[in-house]
C-alpha cells in the first residue's frame, strides 16, 4: 500500500508570494492532517479535514488554509508569505476507526523556503 | 506549562544498552499517546501507541503509561547506532469533532558503537 505523498519536496519562494501544497493520504484513509516543523517551535499542528470538512484548526493566522477533496486529497494554500513560514510542512493521514485512536502517518513533507 | 514535555537531550547511550526516553503531559483527558522517531532530514515514522496504563512490547521497544502521574515513557532495548535520532513523543487531543496530534519538542538519541 502507498504512503502517504506529499508534492513538491522542496519549494523556493519570495515574501509576499502565495503556495500550494499538495497531500495525497494512504488508500482508504479519510483523515488528513497538516503540520508545521521549526527547528524554534517543533511540530505544530495547523488543520484536520475529514469528508471535505475542516473539523480542527490549530493556532495560526488566516493566511494558513487548506481544503480535501472528495478523494480524500487534500491541498494547503499560504498567502503573503513570511520569512517565518519557511518550514517543513507535513501532512498526515489516518484511518480515524476511532476518533480516540488517531494514528498518523505521515508523508514525507515540502520544504518551504521563503527569501 | 506546556501540553507535552521531552528533555531535550542529547541522550547518549553506548550500543547493546538500554535507553529510556520520558514524555509528560498536562491534558488528563487524553487518551492516545504516541512515540515517533525522527531522522535527521526525514519525517517522523510511527514506532509505538499506546492506549492504557501499563506497558506495551513491540520487539525492542516498550511504551510505558501513567496516566495517574501523566506520564509516557519508551524503552529501547539492545540499542544500535541505527537508533540515533530523534524521538517525538504525541499526545491524541479532541473529540468526535475533530482531533489533532500535540507534539514535544523531541529528544535526541545518539547511540554510541
Known amino acids: 500500500k502507498a504512503g502517504v505523498t506529499q508534492t513538491p519536496r522542496y519549494l523556493i519562494k519570495t515574501r509576499g508570494q502565495q503556495v500550494t501544497l499538495s497531500c495525497s493520504p494512504i488508500?482508504?484513509?479519510?483523515?488528513v492532517s497538516w503540520y508545521q516543523q521549526t527547528p524554534g517551535q517543533g511540530l505544530q499542528f495547523l488543520f484536520e479535514?475529514?469528508?471535505?470538512?475542516?473539523?480542527n484548526k490549530g493556532n495560526f493566522p488566516g493566511r494558513f488554509s487548506g481544503r480535501q477533496f472528495s478523494n480524500s486529497r487534500s491541498e494547503m494554500n499560504v498567502s503573503t508569505l513570511e520569512l517565518g513560514d519557511s518550514a517543513l510542512y507535513l501532512c498526515?493521514?489516518?484511518?480515524?476507526?476511532?476518533?480516540?485512536?488517531?494514528?498518523?502517518?505521515f508523508g514525507a513533507g515540502t520544504r518551504l523556503s521563503v527569501l | 506549562q506546556k501540553e507535552v514535555e521531552q528533555n531535550s537531550g542529547p541522550l547518549s547511550v553506548p550500543e547493546g544498552a538500554i535507553a529510556s526516553l520520558n514524555c509528560t503531559y498536562s491534558d488528563r483527558g487524553s487518551q492516545s499517546f504516541f512515540w515517533y522517531r525522527q531522522y535527521s532530514g526525514k519525517s517522523p515514522e510511527l514506532i509505538m501507541f499506546?492506549?492504557?496504563?501499563g506497558d506495551k512490547e513491540d520487539g525492542r521497544f516498550t511504551a510505558q503509561l501513567n496516566k495517574a502521574s501523566q506520564y509516557v515513557s519508551l524503552l529501547i532495548r539492545d540499542s544500535q547506532p541505527s537508533d540515533s535520532a530523534t524521538y517525538l513523543c504525541a499526545v491524541s487531543k479532541g473529540n468526535q469533532a475533530g482531533t489533532a496530534l500535540i507534539f514535544g519538542k523531541g529528544t535526541t538519541l545518539s547511540v554510541s558503537s
Open positions: 488508500s482508504g484513509h479519510r483523515s
Open positions: 479535514y475529514f469528508s471535505e470538512t475542516q473539523r
Open positions: 498526515a493521514s489516518s484511518p480515524q476507526a476511532s476518533w480516540a485512536k488517531n494514528i498518523q502517518y
Open positions: 499506546i492506549y492504557s496504563n
